[in-house]
Nanobody, 127 residues
Framework: QVQLVESGGGLVQAGGSLSLSCAAS????????MGWFRQPPGKEREFVAA????????YYEDSVKGRITISRDNAKNTVYLQMNSLKPEDTAAYYC????????????????????WGQGTQVTVSS
């Protein structure tokens, strides 16, 4: 079993910054990928960014590229999402996800790739 706990959400003005954290605990011996998804009000959960745990290769949704950076601390089993130049359209519940078995037949952008999810943290960007 793996537990994921997100933190760092909050209310910010447009143009501001936030840094989210996701700490993994439990059986974290075989992390393959960790990702961030978000669910805006009234919309489906969508991909934001992902990182390969061993190589550090990163993947981004086009709409956030250049404003958002994903990183990880392997020793702490923690993934981060640094968000800059935030826009009202970034308002959403942000979820951390982990792949602990190699589901190579799914891309990092697909929810089914990940077998563990956090509870979410709310990010609200005001005008």
């Amino acid at each position: 079993q793996v537990q994921l706990v997100e933190s760092g959400g909050g209310l910010v003005q447009a143009g501001g910054s936030l840094s989210l954290s996701c700490a993994a605990s439990g059986r974290t011996f075989s992390l393959y990928t960790m990702g961030w998804f978000r669910q805006p009000p009234g919309k489906e959960r969508e991909f934001v960014a992902a990182i390969s745990w061993n190589s550090g290769r990163t993947y981004y949704e086009d709409s956030v590229k250049g404003r958002i950076t994903i990183s990880r601390d392997n020793a702490k089993n923690t993934v981060y999402l640094q968000m800059n130049s935030l826009k009202p359209e970034d308002t959403a519940a942000y979820y951390c996800a982990a792949e602990t078995r190699e589901a190579y037949f799914f891309s990092v952008r697909e929810r089914n790739k990940y077998n563990y999810w956090g509870q979410g943290t709310q990010v609200t960007v005001s005008s």
